[in-house]
């Protein structure tokens, strides 16, 4: 198998396709990613496939990462040009020739495996948002390699996802839905861990803490999310505010802005809000938190910060966008997209956290990882079975 990224930079598609590739390759299946991009500017951060967790968790699990080496400031998740050099069509071929079935980690590497002239391989691709309108030409590179006859099937990882790319055209058929995972010895309730965290960052055990883990993106509605957070602290005087993601730091000036135009007046507030940026200790974040909180107004399908921190006892308040209503329907909280409304959930759901316990609890088989890429190798062992079946082209 071969998996085609855009490029290694933090967000929740590559940490969770990350994690079914070392699962399948723990299964017995050899993966290996071939990566168009070698550093990603983007969210006010450079991003270096090296440093990256994903790429540290995928080499560490031997499964072979390799670059075409581009540099590239993203725009709004789209390649920033489509173009490709002899070489770099050398390479990809060379890859692609080695493996039976393509996996595109979301459609846009399709603008590199729709080029003329490299191997015919199955590709399956994987969707992992709920507006394919909104991913510049990257919907037209999908409905290209489908008729084709490239594109095997479509991995979708919400229910949402599946009626947004069939209302978009994509055929029926070829959506296939397999939910998100976590791996749940990593991700579940640790007290130890919870109040080693908040010494570390002088919060108080007993003080009320919400996180918002997402990368600095207008998706995410990071407006509102302050907004919200300005009215909570206002009314909570113990609370603290935890940031985590790519850009969420004190060197993005976009974010500063955010900030000071959601506390205004009350800048003092402010203060107990903390900008972590991106961690790779997120189980102990969340297993910190009280609340895990979404207040995104588009793109979302199955958020995996969802998942994490309820399995960590963080109870989710969301906005509804994807499938999050779903993912939290008896676990947490619902809200329209009003920052006071946020603000009251964010207090019931710290005043009913223990009460939930229970049944978070019962509902972690649900969200199992094991589930996931049990689902992800009986489809691509399908869809390699089918393949090998079919007569070689003259």
Known sequence: MLSVYEGFFSGGARILHSDVVRGLAEGGQSHQVL?????????????????D?????????????????????????????????????????????????????KE??????????????????????????NQGPALAE???????????????????????????GIPRELLHVI?????????????????????CLGIPAAAPVVVFAARYAAMKNIPLFLRAARA???????????????????????????????FGADRHLAERVR???????????????DVVALTSVSGEAAPLCLIEGMMCGAVPVTTDVGDSAEIVRGHGFVTPPDPRAVARAWTAAVAGRTRRAPALAASR?????????????????????RASRLPEPL
């Not at 990566?35 to 440093?51: L, N, P």
């Not at 939910?179 to 080693?196: E, H, S, T």
Request: glycine share 8%; charged share 20%; aromatic share 4%.
């Open 35 to 51: 990566s168009i991009h070698g550093e990603v500017h983007r969210e006010a951060t450079r991003q270096r496939m090296e440093d």
């Open 53 to 105: 967790a994903c790429y540290r968790a995928l080499t560490a699990g031997a499964v072979g990462v390799t670059s075409l080496g581009r540099t590239a400031g993203l725009v709004d998740g789209t390649l920033a040009a489509n173009v490709f050099s002899g070489p770099e069509l050398a390479e990809t071929a060379r890859s692609m020739a080695a493996a039976d079935v393509i996996l595109s980690l």
């Open 108 to 133: 846009q590497p399709l603008a590199l495996l729709n080029q003329a002239g490299l191997p015919r391989r199955p590709v399956v691709v994987c969707l992992h948002r709920s507006d394919p309108e």
């Open 142 to 168: 999908l409905k290209a390699a489908i008729a084709d006859g490239t594109v095997a099937a479509c991995v979708c990882c919400a229910e949402s996802t599946r009626a947004a790319y069939a209302a978009a």
């Open 179 to 199: 939910p998100n995972g976590v791996d749940l010895l990593r991700f579940r309730p640790d007290p130890a861990a919870r109040q080693a965290f908040r010494g």
């Open 232 to 262: 909570w602290l206002a009314r909570e005087p113990e609370g603290h505010v935890l940031m985590c993601g790519a850009g969420m730091t004190d060197t993005n000036p976009e974010l500063w802005a955010d900030i000071e135009v959601a």
């Open 275 to 289: 900008l972590l940026g991106v961690r790779r200790d997120m189980e102990t974040v969340y297993a910190a938190a």
């Open 365 to 385: 088989e649900r969200f199992s990882r094991t589930r996931m890429i049990a689902a992800y190798a009986a489809l691509l062992e399908g869809v390699h079975a």
